[in-house]
């Protein structure tokens, strides 16, 4: 069956990477997306903080568009994954929430009858193209690149659906599918800070500092992310997050760019140039061809 | 030196207080708390706050609407849901984190040029006016309207990702905008007539 794709606002700027690997993924593995039609801000975490009714009624427009299109979603940003699925929850749990809701839609036309699964590409992956398939399709193993697998919060908290809460195994398993190694990652669904780094910087980058430097002792040569926001705060602040004495350098990469490299996607598709942290170096040492 | 006094008195209570945040969404269980202190012990934040998650469920559901309204804690949540997940009792914390930051807003209870509601009003204000988020639009906004020193220390960042195509100068809109602005007008009506 055919999916919506949603790819969120952040897909679309500092994200860019993530969707351009996604899509290359999405290729190779024979699954067909359409981007959700005229989709809009899913309102984060930012939008429920001021106002949550509001909120819910904004993320189940892009609900009620998918339904209409009788197709389910795949939201690869953590937060758009987490709104989507607490606002299906509290239209089901809540009939105040409920009642807001549809009068908002019906002012555009719209109708949610709670028939659209939101989906996360690890999800998709994992269980509807499953490890062998994926296996089979690696044209460049990854092999002897060890990686920190780094979940962060919003995908498997708090309504897991396809994975452990406290130690989801998902994206290890694609990615040793990949032929990467998985290097023990305990601080896998530590918060990253979020917006923290914006708006009290201090405290962001304390969070920050012992992700970074965790992966680095545990051997890692490089942390793989799922969200947007969490790639960009471990790679972006290195410097800063740092200090002389233990300093801080490590590629940060989405899971999908490194399974697109996998796959056989051509580098120049997969937005490794867009890294801040150069990926080249590393990939050279490791001998995994990727041009 | 400044005498103040360390000991809550029954009469500092605000009853009010207490009803509504029972009668919440999320905080239907919250008299349910056994203070076991599980999500201030899984609270990657609770090292920085004044009232650790424990603390301030106590506070809140006894009323004590000052001291809650006006702790760090509530702008320290990240919102990352460690503490509901550990919670033995399922009450959704972080949810009633959300509703103490929409309550404390409302009322007014935090310091001038304090980031983290400005951003959230700048982050409504291009959702009504655009329907989707330019992140370089709105770190623009909140900085000018908070630090404008810090534009500067952060224009390095912002070049190299400019130079990577990671923050595009043109901003990202929907096409049926009109949608966006009779839902968001539609939910305040409600709103209102249900006194929600």
Same mark, same amino acid.
């Given at each position: 069956?055919? +999916? ?12 860019? &990477? ?61 937060? +758009? ?178 399974? &697109? ?31 | ?15 009010? =207080? ?45 009323? =004590? ?57 700048? =982050? ?73």
């Amino acid at each position: 069956m055919k +999916c919506a794709y949603y790819p969120g606002c952040s897909l679309r700027g500092t994200g860019k &990477a993530y969707e351009e690997s996604l899509l290359a993924v999405f290729r190779s593995l024979g699954i067909e997306v359409q981007e959700l039609d005229d989709w809009n801000c899913c309102g984060a975490t930012t939008y429920l903080s001021v106002d949550e009714l509001t909120s819910y009624a904004l993320a189940a427009r892009n609900l009620a568009l998918a339904e209409r299109e009788r197709m389910d979603i795949i939201a690869p940003c953590a937060a +758009c994954y987490l709104v989507l699925n607490k606002t299906q929850h509290y239209i089901r749990d809540y009939p105040d929430i409920k009642t807001v809701v549809s009068r908002a839609l019906a002012t555009v036309g719209l109708e949610y009858h709670d028939r659209v699964r939101v989906r996360h590409p690890l999800d998709v992956f994992l269980n509807d193209v499953g490890l062998k398939a994926i296996a089979a399709k690696v044209v460049r193993p990854l092999k002897g690149l060890k990686v920190a697998p780094y979940y962060g919060c919003q995908i498997v908290r708090p309504y897991a659906t396809f994975d452990d809460q406290r130690n989801p195994t998902s994206m290890d398993q694609l990615l040793e599918a990949c032929g990467a190694t998985v290097v023990p990652y305990p601080l896998k669904t530590r918060c990253c800070g979020g917006s923290q780094k914006g708006t009290l910087p201090e405290i962001g980058l304390h969070l920050i500092r012992y992700l970074i430097a965790e992966a680095q002792k545990n051997g890692a040569d490089t942390i793989a992310t799922v969200c947007p926001l969490c790639q960009f705060n471990l790679e972006c602040f290195q410097k800063e997050a740092g200090s002389q004495r233990h300093p801080l350098s490590i590629p940060v990469l989405y899971f999908t760019q490194l399974m &697109a490299l996998a796959l056989g996607a051509p580098a120049a598709t997969i937005g490794l140039r867009r890294s801040l942290v150069p990926v080249e170096p590393l990939l050279a040492a490791k001998e995994i061809a990727y041009a | 030196m400044e005498l103040k006094r360390t000991v809550k008195f029954e009469a500092d209570r605000d009853p009010e =207080f207490a009803r509504w945040i029972s009668h919440t969404v999320g905080g239907e269980r919250i008299r349910h708390c056994l203070q076991c202190g599980l999500c201030s012990a899984s609270c990657p934040l609770s090292l920085y706050m004044d009232y650790t998650p424990r603390r301030l469920m106590h506070l809140s559901r006894e009323g =004590f609407k000052e001291e809650v309204l006006s702790s760090s804690s509530i702008w320290l949540c990240t919102a990352c849901y460690a503490c509901m997940v550990a919670c033995p009792k399922k009450i959704n914390i972080t949810h009633l984190m959300y509703a103490l930051k929409e309550r404390a807003i409302e009322e007014r209870f935090y310091p001038k040029r304090f980031p983290i509601p400005v951003m959230a009003q700048q =982050f409504c204000r291009m959702v009504r006016g655009s329907g989707r988020i330019t992140e370089s639009w709105l770190i623009l906004r909140v900085f000018l309207r908070t630090a404008i020193w810090r534009l500067l220390s952060m224009s390095g960042l912002g070049w190299k990702l400019f130079r990577a195509g990671r923050m595009p100068a043109r901003r990202d809109k929907i096409q049926r905008q009109h949608e966006i602005v009779a839902m968001l007008d539609s939910v305040a009506a409600t709103r209102k007539e249900l006194a929600l």
